[in-house]
């Protein structure tokens, strides 16, 4: 539609266009309807009801939500693809107009049920210490952060090779990875990351025993300081993290504070 429609030109000549960038069935569909400008509206049509349709790309969208499987435990790599396919189709629900949807009903309901009952839990905690509503926006917001800690955490103890290499490839790989990371007994997937944190990590700001993104010295900068600190201290711009460049950092996704859609500065911008 941006590309051929848009275009200043014949009907005739954006139908003969269109057929260079169609194949197979879609193809089969318009290429006996001729030249005319009247076979251009009527292949747009077919295309449409076909293999098109801003309801069909949303439905498939929520399907695909709908069938994931439910997060076992401490999974950062099952708790990021499942905020990379949320983020998906939130965006196709506002492209639609559906906002009613995004709303605390039952879409929301459902994505809940993906979640363990403590994750649940430490959701409903950050609504309340940030004075958030509970809806599928929040809800996306709080994946999005956890799923970073988690991979944060698990490449500070695991180091970030051996932990890219581990990254399941299909739910049922990520059920037996789920099977071998249960904790002791009494200690929650929290603590261990947590524990990770506290006993592993060390601060590159202040030597305090806590990753850079919860030091409240470099918290308290401005961004233009914290670009530079993260500079100066050799830091990953997407995440933080150390060891790794920002063109490589396995986390990258868009900023969106205040609407920014650059791929490598969340922390470093949402910190502010």
């Not at 089969?28 to 449409?48: D, K, N, P, V």
């Not at 708790?79 to 998906?88: H, V």
């Not at 308290?220 to 711009?237: F, I, M, N, P, V």
Request: glycine content about 6%.
């Amino acid at each position: 539609m941006a590309c051929i429609d848009a275009a200043p030109v014949s009907p005739q000549l954006k139908l003969l266009q269109l057929r260079q960038y169609v194949t197979g069935e879609a193809l089969r569909a318009i290429e006996q309807l001729g030249y005319t400008a009247e076979a251009y509206r009527i292949s747009l049509e077919r295309l449409e009801r076909k293999f098109g349709g801003q309801r069909r790309q949303v439905a498939i969208q929520l399907e695909t939500l709908e069938v994931f499987q439910p997060i076992q435990r401490y999974n950062p790599q099952a708790l990021e693809k499942f905020a990379d396919l949320l983020e998906i189709a939130v965006a196709n629900l506002k492209d639609a107009g559906r906002h009613m949807e995004l709303q605390n009903g039952t879409f929301f309901s459902r994505l809940l049920s993906k979640l363990t009952k403590q994750m649940v839990a430490q959701y409903q905690r950050w609504l309340y210490e940030h004075q958030q509503t509970e809806d599928v926006l929040s809800l996306l917001k709080w994946v999005t952060l956890e799923a970073e800690f988690q991979t944060t955490a698990t490449e500070i103890v695991d180091g970030i090779q051996k932990s890219a290499s581990s990254r399941p490839s299909s739910h049922r790989s990520l059920q037996q990875r789920n099977a071998h990371t249960h904790l002791a007994d009494g200690q929650t997937a929290r603590d261990e990351e947590t524990s990770f944190i506290s006993s592993r990590a060390t601060c590159p700001e202040c030597n305090g025993s806590h990753g850079i993104w919860e030091c409240s010295t470099f918290k308290g900068h401005d961004t233009g300081q914290r670009w530079t600190r993260a500079k100066e201290l050799s830091l990953c711009y997407h995440c933080l993290g150390t060891g790794h460049r920002g063109d490589k950092c396995p986390r990258t996704r868009t900023c969106g504070v205040d609407g920014c859609q650059r791929n490598h500065h969340r922390l470093l911008h949402g910190l502010a």
